[in-house]
Structure formats: C-alpha cells, structure tokens
C-alpha cells in the first residue's frame, strides 16, 4: 500500500449531521449514549482512514464527556479531525453539537478522543503518514494530545 509521507488535519477532517429519530432514544427520552457512541467512532474511523488511506482500528477512547444531551428531532453534528499522530497510531477529537434550525447556531453536547491504530494487510499496526501542523490551533492541540497520550501510557503502566 502506497503511503504519503505527511497529511494535514484539513485532509481528514470529517463532518457527518444525524437526525435523532425514535429509534435513538433511550428512557429518558434523550439521544441514547449507545447510540452517539457509535457515530463518534464511525467518524473517528473515517478520519483516520482519510490520514492513513488504509485499514484501522480503534484503541481506545478518552474524555467521553457528555456536556448536554440531544433530543427527538434535533440535528446532531459530528464533527472529527487528527489531533495527534505516532508511529502506528494517531488521536482523533470529535466534537459533537446540535444545531438549531431555527438560528442555525450549534450548540456543544460532547467530546471525545479517539486513539485509532493504522492495519497493514495483515491486520498488523503499521507505520502512519506524518500529520503537518499549519497553525497555532493545530500546534495546541498536538501538545495537548501529547499530554493526554502520557497519561495514557501512564495509566497503561498502573494496569488501567
């Protein structure tokens, strides 16, 4: 598989918009957390896919932080981008929000972060392209993804 050597965060950035329906509530009568949780690693995958143009896995996720919930009707804008990459595996933000059809403004309710492996075509981690920092918002949240990856490895060592 041909591989580029670096990719921006623009390059894999993914937008996906979901009506809640019926189906997608849970007893309380919000969006279900199952539910959400599923579309944020659809996105999740589908940029780094876009940055690795191959096969990937999620690892893990962290700061699964419910801020507000979502409704029947409402429109749920999820929105993911590369934060972070490693040798064989990146972080991926996705920010989730609802948009109001009313105003158009959308409105925080969540954030995650993914940390997604790249596969070779034996399902083995592989090395990943470079992700090239443009701007200052970009340089902050790769030192705050290098942070949270610390952590990770952190906890990994305490047997978390």
Request: charged residues 30%.
């Amino acid at each position: 598989m041909e591989r580029e050597i670096e990719r921006t965060v623009s390059d894999s950035r993914v937008e996906t918009v979901h009506m809640v329906r019926p189906n997608h509530m849970n007893a309380a009568g919000r969006l279900f957390g199952g539910q959400l949780m599923q579309w944020l690693d659809e996105v999740a995958g589908l940029v780094a896919k876009r940055h690795i143009r191959g096969n990937v896995i999620t690892a893990s996720v962290d700061n699964l932080r419910f801020i507000h919930g979502a409704y029947q009707g409402e429109m749920v804008v999820i929105i993911g981008k590369a934060t972070y990459v490693g040798n064989s595996s990146m972080e991926v933000r996705v920010d989730t929000y609802v948009e109001h059809l009313s105003n158009g403004m959308r409105y925080p309710i969540n954030r995650a972060y993914f940390t997604m492996v790249g596969l070779d075509e034996k399902d083995k981690p592989c090395r990943i392209p470079r992700l090239t920092i443009k701007s200052e918002e970009e340089k902050a949240e790769w030192e705050a993804a290098e942070k949270r990856r610390e952590m990770r490895m952190h906890r990994r060592k305490e047997g978390f």
